[in-house]
C-alpha cells in the first residue's frame, strides 16, 4: 500500500527556473519533515517572495544532497504525493533527485492535486488556513487536511 504524503514547497521562480527555498511533508502515519536547501540564493527572490515568504522560512537549512537523501528516507519506497495547486512544487521536488527520470525506483511520475479532487467533487470552499500560510510544513499540514474534509 502506498504512504500518502501531502507535500508543499516555497521557491523563487523567474520564469525560467524554480529554486527550491523550503519543503514541508506530512505522512498519513502524522509524521512531518521540514528543510530548506543551504545553496539557494535567497537574494534572488522577487520583492513578494522576499514579504511573503523569506520571513516564514524557519530551518533547518541543510544541503540539498541531504534534504534528498532526508526525503527518501521519509517517503519511502512506495509514496503517493499529494500538493495542493501544486505543478510547481512538484517540479521542484523531482528536481532535487536531478531530472523526473532520476526519481527514486517505485516513485510515481506524478503528483496528485487537492484542487483537482475538490472541482471534481463539485465542493465550492476549501476550509480557510488558520496558520501562517507561506511556510511549507504548515501549507503540507493544511493540504492534508482540506484532503481529509473532501473524503
Not at 25 to 37: L, Q, S
Not at 56 to 83: N, T
Request: aromatic letters at 12%.
Amino acid at each position: 500500500k502506498a504512504m500518502r504524503i501531502w507535500f508543499d514547497t516555497e521557491f523563487i521562480d523567474d520564469g525560467t527556473t524554480i529554486a527550491l527555498l523550503s519543503i514541508g511533508m506530512v505522512r498519513e502515519d502524522g509524521a512531518t519533515y521540514y528543510a530548506e536547501p543551504a545553496e539557494t540564493d535567497r537574494s534572488a527572490a522577487s520583492a513578494w517572495v522576499a514579504i511573503n515568504v523569506l520571513p516564514f522560512l524557519s530551518g533547518p537549512i541543510k544541503p540539498r544532497a541531504e534534504i534528498r537523501q532526508e526525503i527518501m528516507m521519509f517517503c519511502g519506497a512506495d509514496p503517493e504525493f499529494w500538493a495542493y495547486f501544486g505543478a510547481y512544487d512538484w517540479v521542484a521536488l523531482c528536481q532535487l533527485f536531478g531530472s523526473m527520470m532520476s526519481l527514486p525506483q517505485g516513485w510515481p511520475m506524478m503528483s496528485l492535486d487537492v484542487q483537482q479532487l475538490r472541482a471534481s467533487k463539485g465542493v465550492k470552499d476549501l476550509p480557510k488556513q488558520t496558520t501562517t500560510e507561506h511556510n511549507a510544513l504548515n501549507d503540507a499540514l493544511w493540504t492534508r487536511d482540506a484532503w481529509n474534509v473532501l473524503q
